[in-house]
C-alpha cells in the first residue's frame, strides 16, 4: 500500500483526511505546530522517546530525526507469513497506532527488522512496555514469533 496511507478500514486514526505519520506525531508530541492552513500536517514538535529517554526538538527540516517505528516491523511480520495477508490486513497492519512508535531516527534505524531477540530499546526501563506492546501486536494480527523472540520477550518482564 502507500506510504502511510490514510486508507486503511480497520485502524484508528484512518480515513480522516491525515497521514498517518502526521497522526502519530501529533499524538504523541508536545507542543504541535501545523503547517500554515493545515491541521494535519505536523511541522514541528518535542517528542520524549520512549526507546532512548532523549527529549527530541523535531522541525520537519530534518525528517529522519524522528521516525515512526513499526514495534513488529513489517519486515519481521513478512518474514512470518505475512505474503498470505489480504492487502487489508497488510495496510490496517503497517497503519495500526497500536504498532507504531513515532521515535528516535537514530535508534529505529539501529533496530531494523530485528525482532526482541536481535534488539531492545536502549532505555531498560521500558523494556518491558515494548515487549509488551510487541507481543500485542503480534496477537491482535496473528504474528507468529520466534522461540528466541519469546525467550527475550519473558525475560524482560520479571
Not at 502519530?24 to 511541522?43: F, H, I, M, P, T
Not at 530525526?65 to 490496517?92: C, F, I, T
Not at 521500558?126 to 520477550?153: E, G, H, I, N, S
Request: proline share 8%.
Amino acid at each position: 500500500g502507500g506510504n502511510w496511507a490514510d486508507t486503511a478500514r480497520g485502524v484508528p486514526y484512518a480515513r480522516n483526511g491525515c497521514r498517518t505519520r502526521d497522526d502519530l506525531l501529533a499524538r504523541d508530541g508536545r507542543n504541535v505546530k501545523y503547517r500554515s492552513g493545515s491541521s494535519c500536517e505536523v511541522v514541528s514538535m518535542e517528542l520524549s522517546d520512549p526507546y532512548t529517554g532523549r527529549t527530541i526538538h523535531w522541525h520537519k527540516d530534518n525528517p529522519d530525526e524522528v521516525q515512526v517505528d513499526h514495534v513488529v516491523p513489517l519486515n519481521y511480520a513478512w518474514r512470518m507469513g505475512a505474503p498470505r495477508w489480504r492487502m487489508s490486513k497488510r495496510l490496517d497492519f503497517a497503519n495500526d497506532p497500536l504498532n507504531l512508535l513515532p521515535v528516535s531516527g537514530y535508534a529505529n534505524e539501529q533496530k531494523d527488522a530485528a525482532g526482541p531477540a536481535s534488539w531492545l530499546p536502549p532505555q531498560r526501563r521500558v523494556r518491558c512496555a515494548y515487549v509488551t506492546r510487541f507481543a500485542q501486536v503480534a496477537l491482535k494480527y496473528d504474528v507468529p514469533v520466534t522461540p528466541a523472540d519469546k525467550r527475550m520477550m519473558l525475560a524482560q518482564c520479571r
